[in-house]
C-alpha cells in the first residue's frame, strides 16, 4: 500500500505540473498580442538572447563543420563518392543537426539566462510589484522573451548552419583536396527548399517555442529562494534537452517518412 500511495502521489504530482503549464501556456497565449504593441521590449530581449549568443553557435558550427566534413568523406572516399561530401555535409546540417545542436546550445546559455532573470525577479518580489502598480507581468516581462525565443532560435539556426557548410566547405577544399566545383554543385542539385531547408525551419521553429516556453515556465514557477531559482535553472537544461531530443524524433518521423 506504501508503494501504491507513492505512486498515487508521484502522479498527481506530475498532473498537477502538467496542469500549471497548460494554464501558463494559455495565460501566455492571451498576453501575446497585447505585447506587440511595444515591439520594442520584443527586440531587445531579440538582441539579449540573440546577439549574446552568436559566439558559441558561430564557434560550435564551424567545429560541427569541420567535423562532419572530416568523417563523411572517410565514409564516402571508401566507395568513391567523395564528389558527395558536399550535399552530406549541407544535408546533416539543414535537415537534422543545424536545429537540434542550435536548440541544445539555446537552452544551456539563453535558457537558463530567461530562468534565472525571470526567477530573480520573483524572489526580488519585482513581479508582485507590477502587479500592484496594475501592470501585467506576462504582458511586459513573459510574453516578450517568449517572441524573442520563437523569433531567434530560426535566426541562430540559420547561422549555425551557414557557418557548418562554410567549415564543411575548408576541410574539403582546402585540406582534403574535393573539386570546388563538385562540392557546390553537389550540395545545390540535390537540397531541396522545401523539404530540406523548409522542414529544418520548421523543426528550428518548434524547438523554439518549446525550449522557451519551458525556460519561462520553469522562471515563473521557481521558488523564491537562490536554491529555488538554480534549481529551476537546472531543470530548464534538462527538460528543454529532452523536449528538443523527443520532438526531433516525432518531426523527422513525420517529416522524412515516405
Known sequence: MNALAVLGARTLEVLRGFGHAAFFFVDLLRAMPASLRRFGLVVAQIHAIGNRSLVIIVASGMAVGFVLALQMYYALVTYGAAESLGLIVNLALVRELGPVVTALL????AGT????????????????AMEMMAIDPMRRI????F?????TMPLLTAVFNAVGVLGGWVVSVWMIGV????????????????ADLGNGVLKSFVFGVAVTFVALLQGWEARPTAEGVSRATTRTV??????????????TALMFTY
Do not use: C, H, N, Y
Not at 530573480?120 to 518580489?125: D, I, R, S, W
Open 106 to 109: 539555446f537552452a544551456g546559455r
Open 113 to 128: 539566462s530567461l530562468t534565472a532573470e525571470i526567477g530573480l525577479m520573483k524572489a526580488g518580489e519585482q513581479l508582485s
Open 142 to 145: 513573459v510574453a516578450p522573451r
Open 147 to 151: 517572441w524573442a525565443g520563437v523569433i
Open 179 to 194: 573539386d570546388p566545383g563538385a562540392f557546390w554543385s553537389q550540395m545545390q542539385g540535390g537540397v531541396d527548399v522545401w
Open 238 to 251: 534538462v527538460m528543454a534537452s529532452l523536449a528538443v531530443l523527443g520532438l526531433d524524433f516525432i518531426l
